[in-house]
Structure formats: structure tokens, C-alpha cells
């Protein structure tokens, strides 16, 4: 599975992006997806994770109620409308594939990353 990330950009605090994640190959249905991020000097941390069948999602409180994460597996993609944005949510943002997202949540190495783009939020 590939997994390619697009969407991110420079926006203004108080604005929006969607950023959206297109996997290749028959088995997305089949995982788990979640959004990370790096913020320059920090570590990787977990943002948002749906599951296989997108009936179920959770999120990291620093973008709970702001951030909303969705799939459509007939496209194979997922996506991360975030709204409200602030300065600290500068960072790369990724997409990654695992069994379940609990697993991604408990800090479990994901089974695919795809590459990072890059969201500067401005103050």
C-alpha cells in the first residue's frame, strides 16, 4: 500500500484546510487510518484515527471539536477538514494505516506511513 498525502499549505490563524489522504492498492478498507504530526523540536503525536468503516473516530484533545476526519473507501482516501487553526498546529501532517486505531493511539509503529505535508498556520 502507498499512501500519499496532499492538501497542507499556509493559511491564516482562524482559517481552514482539508487535507486528504489517497492510498493505492485493494486493502484500504481493510485498515485503520490516522493523522499524525510534527511540529519542528517535537515529537511525532497522534491527531485523529478512523476505523476500518468509518463508524467510529477519535481525536487528540488539543484538536477535538476543531479537526474532523472522514474516509471514503470507494476512493480510497481519508481526509482532515481543520478548522480553527492556530499557530500550534504548525507542522507536517501525515497519514498512516494500521490494524485499529487504538493501536495507533497506544504509540504501535503504523503498518504504512505516507509522506508528509507541510501546514503553517500564521498568527
Known amino acids: 500500500v502507498q499512501l500519499q498525502a496532499f492538501g497542507g499549505g499556509l493559511v491564516q490563524a482562524g482559517g481552514s484546510l482539508r487535507l486528504s489522504c489517497a492510498a493505492s492498492?485493494?486493502?484500504?478498507?481493510?485498515?485503520?487510518v490516522g493523522w499524525f504530526r510534527q511540529a519542528p523540536g517535537k515529537e511525532r503525536e497522534f491527531v485523529a484515527g478512523?476505523?476500518?468503516?468509518?463508524?467510529?473516530?477519535a481525536y487528540a484533545d488539543s484538536v477535538k471539536d476543531r479537526f474532523i476526519i472522514s474516509r471514503d473507501n470507494a476512493q480510497n482516501t481519508v481526509y482532515l477538514q481543520m478548522n480553527s487553526l492556530q499557530p500550534e498546529d504548525t507542522a507536517v501532517y501525515y497519514c498512516?494505516?494500521?490494524?485499529?486505531?487504538?493501536?495507533?493511539?497506544?504509540?504501535?509503529?503504523?503498518?504504512?506511513w505516507g509522506q508528509g505535508t507541510l501546514v503553517t498556520v500564521s498568527s
Open positions: 498512516a494505516l494500521d490494524r485499529a486505531v487504538r493501536l495507533m493511539i497506544a504509540g504501535r509503529e503504523p503498518d504504512y
Open positions: 478512523i476505523s476500518l468503516s468509518g463508524s467510529s473516530t
Open positions: 492498492g485493494r486493502t484500504f478498507s481493510t485498515y485503520a
